[in-house]
């Protein structure tokens, strides 16, 4: 019965983020070609706005996913998917300008929904496959909410403006089912409690105790984080794009079937950590991990640049390592890290100061690219651009195994 309740679990959570991401990443599908302002293209400062909502809400969720209670997660959800919703109305009947405060606000409300769907199913034993399972839906959900948008405008002729509230349509009534099963989950039982700790609203005192233990550590890795996130957001925001590039313009197919492979190994990979109980080693199984992950971005971009391997390959092995380090941020990382210290606390603290200044640096750095005319493609800025964030996480992360580790004596000490 308990697997059967993970894997429910896991199954509403997976489907729960991946119908939000289509509220929130389908118009990147469509070009605009033909429509910019002061020399930028209108779909690169959509992106942009809606990118810099998303970065405001995630310092906002510092304070708020840390302090949220039980008892209003729902409502709030529901609030939030809404507006995020009537955005892309307004998106698709307002003229072009509009557009860039539709999907600011847009991407203002949807950045809190990670961290309200993550208290849902933290403080488990079970965490790591319930997580896991909902930080692949990144994977997954990129590529297929993608392609459903491309369907709606290749098969049904829905036009630019219209494809990513139709698109909302498709998913907003079984989003709001599986909010409502989500709430509906059972707590964490005494055993979990036992495993995990108790997950507890955190207020200002408790953020500072957190930060004032752990600080260095806390910036090293929210440092090595902001590369990764900027690696996957240019993947993710212009995968279009890059693909056209690499000569995959009218295959819209590819998308799923290149992110759905890194899916199910990804999965795969995190969900074994489940059968690792002790906490401190599953946190630095889970640094290994990530320092693999950043490798074989590294070799294979390498050899991308090279001409040792083609684009498709590159682009698949380049997903595969990303999301190895990517994933482990939003799902398990932070939860064993609590787990391990034994933190009154709550993972969603944790997740967004990281959260925050990721999408900082990947605001800072698509503003760069356009604002200072680099003449390059994205595929080729995306190509180079990873080679050093992977050399930079390589150390980020080194540097944070070795912290938390020597930190875990100290803590194992003064218990004794």
Known sequence: RRSRDQGSAA????LAYSSVYALRKPFTVATFEGTSYFGISYQTMLIISQVIGYML??????????????????????????????????FAVLPSPFGLICLFVNG??????????????????STDFIGSVLAVSFIFAGGFTRSVAKWLMVTHNVSEQWMPFVTGLVFMGPLLILLWLLNRLPKPDEDDIA??????????????????????????????YLFLTIMRDIRDNYMANIWNELGYKDDYGILTRTETTTSLIVLLIMALLVLIRKNII??????????????????????????????ALWMQLAGLGLYLGYIPFNCIFFERMI??????????????????????????????????????????????????????????????????????????????
Request: hydrophobic share 55%; charged share 15%; proline share 1%.
């Open 195 to 224: 495993e995990r700790t108790v997950r507890l609203p955190m207020d200002a005192n408790g953020r500072r105790d957190l930060l004032k233990k752990f600080g260095a550590g806390i910036v090293v890795v929210s440092f090595t």
């Open 339 to 416: 787990a391990s210290f034994r933190i009154a606390g709550n993972v969603g603290f944790l997740i967004y100061i990281a959260d925050s200044f990721g999408y900082l640096g990947s605001v800072i750095v698509m503003m760069i690219k356009e604002f200072m005319k680099v003449d390059i493609s994205w595929s080729d800025f995306y190509a180079q651009g990873v080679v050093y964030g992977s050399v930079i996480g390589i150390i980020g992360t080194a540097y944070s195994y070795f912290y938390f580790n020597r930190k875990f004596k100290s803590f194992q000490q003064k218990e004794i």
């Open 108 to 125: 203002f409300a949807l950045g809190f929904m990670w961290g309200i769907i993550f208290s849902y199913i933290e403080g488990r034993r």
């Open 282 to 311: 599953a946190f630095s199984v889970i640094h290994i991990v990530i320092l693999a992950g950043f490798a074989i971005v590294l070799i294979a971009s390498v050899m991308f640049n090279a001409g040792m391997i083609d684009g």
């Open 11 to 14: 199954l509403v959570a997976f």
């Open 57 to 90: 809400s995630k310092f906002a969720g510092i304070r708020v996913i840390a302090e949220l209670k039980a008892k209003g997660r729902f409502s709030t959800a529901l609030i939030l998917v809404s507006v995020a919703w009537l955005c892309l109305f307004l």
